[in-house]
């Protein structure tokens, strides 16, 4: 075999010129249910260009890299790999361990195609622009329904998010995740910093965990979350990153996380939005999460109600795997482990404090992070 192929695609720029993007073996089939190609892949995002950046315009971008296609295991890569077109913008951010990256800043859709090059299927910004990488300008919602719990449930939390969202003067824009569940995203000014939207995002969940505790909740153990669906604050931590609009999903049939109204969120079937089928959809009706930069809103209600709940002795509750235990965060161990440490602690009597059962356990088993995206 000689030198991998490659074509050069066109690709507008962000003053309005042609970029070539070179995109290597695009015959290779990434989407196996219908045999959508790496090449496929690089077109649909050409044909909804215009929502797919309103995702991820000027964000530093992680690249979550499938190589061999949807069915095969990713790889994160951060940093924008030395070798890149001259073109090519990048945005400096600070992870929680306080080291940096020079991340992908996609400023047009040439550098989604650059990224498709690289085997990335989704996208996944920060919830910052560059123009301040320290405080988001996007509240994120992430709902995911536990093993088992239909996605009839999903829509119901969603509904409930929106109401919430409403009465602390916000508005939110679903999404389907493309994978189980569903994301709603709402524009806040940039003036909080990420431990502060965490900390609104924490008390929206509690707010609908309180309306519907069958169905929703915000607890972050897998063994309290039940069959319910988790409204998982944490991605609102800095360094989390979920699917963007117009993200396509990896699984065989390329589903996408497909902006729509609310009232088609509570109709449509989350299988219909595909690689195949979003971009005639895109075409024939637009973008209906289009209005989301219209209006930047503010957390001041959610951080009030979240002064409320603290008042009344909820504190904080665990933070990713990867982050300092911060201020006011309880054990960062499951509460069964917790238990169990415990009771060793109280038989095995010459164990010191330092090498607790509890602080073992946990090193040794972190909480693994929720699915991204
Ligand atoms: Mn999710």
Redesign the pocket.
């Known amino acids: 075999m000689g030198a991998s192929p490659f074509i050069e695609l066109d690709a507008p720029g962000v003053d309005g010129e042609t970029v070539a993007v070179r995109l290597s073996n695009p015959d290779k089939v990434f989407f196996p249910a219908r045999g959508e190609t790496k090449l496929d892949l690089a077109r649909y995002y050409l044909a909804v260009a215009d929502g797919a950046l309103r995702g991820v315009r000027e964000r530093p971008t992680v690249l979550k890299r499938y190589p061999d296609g949807a069915t095969a295991e990713p790889f994160f890569q951060k940093r924008v790999p030395p070798k890149h077109p001259d073109w090519l913008e990048t945005v400096r951010v600070t992870f929680p361990s306080g080291r940096h990256a020079d991340e992908l800043c996609p400023v047009d859709i040439a550098h989604v195609i650059w990224a498709v090059n690289l085997g990335c299927l989704d996208l996944n910004p920060w919830a910052v622009r560059r123009s301040d990488v320290d405080h988001p300008d996007e509240l994120r919602v992430?709902?995911?329904p536990q093993p088992g719990v239909p996605y009839s449930t999903v829509q119901s939390v969603a509904a409930q998010v929106r109401e919430v969202l409403e009465e602390h003067g916000l508005v939110g824009f679903p999404k389907t995740?493309g994978?189980r569940?569903i994301?709603v995203n709402s524009r806040i000014e940039a003036r909080w910093d990420f431990t502060e939207c965490r900390r609104a995002a924490l008390a929206l969940a509690r707010a609908v965990e309180r309306r519907v505790p069958d169905l929703a909740t915000s607890k972050w153990w897998k063994e309290e979350r039940g069959d319910r669906v988790l409204i998982?604050y944490n991605q609102n931590a800095r360094d989390r990153t979920?699917a963007s609009a117009y993200s396509v999903r990896a699984n065989p049939e390329g589903r996408v996380s497909c902006p729509v109204t609310w009232d088609e969120l509570m109709e449509a079937d989350p299988a219909d939005f595909t690689i195949a089928t979003v971009p005639a959809r895109f075409a024939s009706i637009g973008d209906p999460g289009a209005a989301i930069d219209d209006v930047a809103h503010s957390l001041e209600q959610l951080l009030e109600l979240a002064a409320r709940d603290e008042a009344e002795g909820l504190g904080d509750e665990p933070w990713p795997p990867h982050f300092a235990k911060q201020e006011g965060e309880g054990a960062r161990v499951a509460p069964s482990r917790a238990k169990k440490a415990i009771a060793a602690k109280t038989k095995t009597a010459r164990k010191s404090p330092g090498t607790s059962a509890a602080k073992k356990s946990a090193k040794r088993s972190p909480p693994k992070p929720?699915?991204q995206?």
């Open positions: 992430d709902l995911d995740s994978s569940g994301h998982d979920v929720s699915e995206g």
